[in-house]
């Protein structure tokens, strides 16, 4: 009677037990990566009234089963469902992590190793990856900085921002590749300043440039010269101003200087005298070319005020107009200067244009009807604010135009902004020549006699010179650059100085206009590939343009310095760092442990686990996730709890009809013990 009150008792305890992981794993149904719990009973020890005998053959007697009393119930194992994955829940953030198959995150509170499923993670002020719950380090393998792969050693601490990874180190530009359509009825090509194209590039520093080309068109069909022209910093200035040189081709070549040359028949250009000297030296021949005194002096560089026509007269009071030069007046190099006088009106356009004024217009006081202010011209000159107003004298004019004040007899500021103009200075022309019947006959240059352009500084004439003085003429054109060639026929490109690639070359320094030496160093050299241009019609207008890097991988192109923009996590567990520069960065991978016996690993709350015999050592390395194909991570998503609800209440159920019927057991054996008690009455 007594066994059955304390098999009745361990069956109490062993299922206030059962209810106990049952109440655990309720508790927990919402807990990250929770992996439910089970128990299983088993008998306990058993007395043994009779033992069991065999059959008796020679008395024919049968065998005898023993007869065992048990003694109740024990608790026999505890088990976890550990390799039952639990449902995914999406959450968005790249630092939830969740593990596809039977692995476990490695963290470390920095003495010991744990094991758990919960991939809650942040990054906490130091840039490592840390659990969320307790902030223990997420472990993992470095970056081997030599080869920038994973090296896969003992596990450390992932401190994916540290300040290494913060920024991704700039680099210098070293290809380049043009394309698109250089169209043969280009009109920039045929001008002196050409077709503009830019490259932009990096130096090794990370700061940005602009190379500017400029495409001219030669005088031989389907080929052109690529110059630089110049190179820009970020903020457009000159690098021929920052490094204080005289020519960008201090500081960098594109080719080298080349002539092409061209060779045509020119006649003398009309009203122009040819007189051969007698000896065999043509250029001692004269050339000379009557022109009108207005177009002479009112054209003439050193004209005093910009707009203003001259004339060859004094003008008096009373408008007469009295010749300053007389027939047959020789201008001759030492000669007296004329004096010629201007006068004319100017309008507003003018006067902003080509003095740079600033006109402002008067306003009326609705009250009084008066003019506030009275309009004026106004002047920003070294800080000095200059006013031009009605009342303002001949020198002030004079002094914001820059010429002397004795030559500017008056001045009248109109309304509209337009001002007029009086004033009498001294010319001289430079080259011999003469006066005569209102014409002043000079003499000019050969060039100048066969309407040759003498601007292009690049452009050099010889001359083979008939009797009649038309003249066979060699246009010798320097060039400093490239020849870009196309093949007429399939407007294909064909070369660019006889290559497909051609270079942008840096000078290693650079000598300043003050004698000092700057380094160039940071600047890299180009080589830019040419093989896609054409030369095809797209109506006159061409897309030519040129990009850094390789065409097809962009290999080379150069960046600015990188700000870490973002990151992510692949499904192997590697981290890439983004940077605003356009570039990745592998910063480490997260390393999983695997056990041959998950089930034996021991809970260390907050979702961890510990190693124990049972379930197989850690070596400390850990594995990739990816390893045997059957595992992987899932980023913005964390494993929910493997707890079955309906199982558990269903358990709830049989466990509580258990504690409830051996709690009968007490009960009724309680009662047996009361009627032997009551025997003795």
Not at 541 to 570: C, F, H, W, Y
Not at 658 to 664: E, H, K, L, M
Request: charge should be negative; aromatic fraction near 8%; hydrophobic fraction near 35%.
């Amino acid at each position: 009677m007594m066994r059955s009150m304390f098999s009745g008792v361990a069956g109490l305890k062993t299922h206030q037990t059962k209810m106990d992981v049952i109440g655990n794993n309720i508790a927990n149904v919402n807990t990250t990566a929770y992996k439910s719990s089970s128990i299983n009973f088993s008998e306990l020890l058993y007395q043994t009234t009779s033992r069991a005998s065999g059959p008796n053959a020679l008395t024919g007697r049968a065998g005898v089963n023993a007869k065992q009393i048990g003694l109740g119930v024990q608790s026999a194992a505890i088990s976890n469902a550990i390799t039952t994955g639990g449902a995914t829940q999406n959450t968005g953030n790249p630092f939830d992590i969740k593990i596809n198959g039977e692995a476990f995150f490695v963290v470390s509170d920095g003495k010991s190793n744990y094991f758990t499923r919960d991939g809650s993670f942040y990054v906490d002020a130091a840039g490592n990856l840390a659990m969320s719950a307790n902030g223990y380090n997420v472990m993992g393998w470095g970056v081997d900085e030599a080869t920038q792969t994973i090296k896969k050693d003992t596990v450390q601490a992932l401190r994916i921002m540290s300040a290494a990874n913060m920024t991704y180190p700039p680099e210098a530009t070293t290809e380049a590749y043009v394309d698109g359509i250089l169209d043969k009825n280009e009109p920039d090509a045929a001008t002196d300043s050409g077709k503009t194209m830019n490259l932009s590039f990096f130096d090794a520093l990370g700061y940005s440039y602009t190379a500017k080309f400029a495409i001219k068109e030669t005088t031989t069909k389907g080929e052109y010269m690529v110059e630089l022209a110049d190179i820009q910093d970020s903020t457009g200035r000159s690098l021929k101003d920052v490094y204080n040189v005289n020519d960008i081709s201090e500081i960098a070549t594109f080719g080298g200087s080349q002539i092409i040359d061209t060779t045509e028949l020119r006649q003398l250009v009309s009203d122009v005298v040819y007189t051969r000297d007698p000896g065999t030296d043509r250029s001692k021949d004269i050339y000379s070319r009557k022109m009108a005194l207005e177009e002479v002096f009112s054209d003439y560089k050193d004209k005093a005020i910009s707009g203003l026509k001259y004339r060859p007269v004094t003008i008096a009071a009373d408008g007469t107009e009295t010749p300053t030069i007389t027939d047959g007046t020789a201008f001759k190099p030492g000669d007296a200067p004329v004096t010629m006088t201007g006068a004319g009106k100017l309008s507003k356009s003018d006067m902003e244009t080509l003095h740079k004024l600033i006109f402002v217009e008067a306003t009326t006081d609705a009250t009084t009807g008066a003019a506030v202010p009275a309009h004026y011209y106004y002047e920003q000159a070294d800080g000095t604010a200059v006013t031009l107003n009605a009342a303002s004298t001949p020198a002030d004019w004079a002094a914001v135009l820059d010429i002397p004040a004795a030559e500017l007899k008056s001045v009248t500021l109109n309304a509209d902004g337009s001002v007029d103009f009086t004033h009498e200075t001294k010319f001289t022309y430079g080259e011999t020549g003469s006066y005569s019947g209102g014409n002043f006959t000079v003499q000019i240059s050969r060039e100048e006699a066969y309407g040759l352009d003498t601007s292009k500084d690049n452009n050099n004439y010889t001359f083979v010179v008939a009797e009649d003085g038309q003249a066979q003429v060699t246009t010798s054109t320097t060039y400093n650059g490239h020849r870009l060639v196309f093949n007429t026929d399939t407007g294909k490109f064909v070369s660019i100085n006889g290559a497909d690639n051609v270079m942008l070359d840096f000078a290693t320094s650079v000598n300043t206009r003050l004698g000092t030496t700057e380094s160039l160093a940071n600047f890299s050299d180009i080589n830019m590939d040419w093989t896609n241009t054409t030369w095809f019609d797209n109506g006159g207008a061409s897309t030519i343009t040129s990009q850094p890097g390789t065409e097809d991988k962009g290999l080379g192109s150069g960046r600015k310095l990188g700000n870490m923009s973002g990151v992510s996590i692949q499904n192997n567990g590697e981290i890439y760092a983004t940077y605003d520069n356009g570039m990745t960065k592998l910063v480490g991978q997260i390393a999983v442990a695997k056990f041959a016996n998950a089930a034996g690993l021991e809970k260390a709350g907050d979702n961890l686990y510990s190693a124990t015999l049972n379930s197989g050592e850690f070596d400390g390395i850990g594995v990739d996730i990816t390893a045997d194909g059957a595992g992987s991570m899932t980023t913005g998503a964390l494993e929910m709890s493997n707890v079955d609800l309906s199982s558990e209440f269903t358990h709830m159920i049989t466990t509580q009809r258990g504690f409830q019927a051996n709690s009968r057991i007490i009960t009724v054996s309680d009662t047996l013990l009361e009627e032997l008690v009551n025997l003795k009455r």
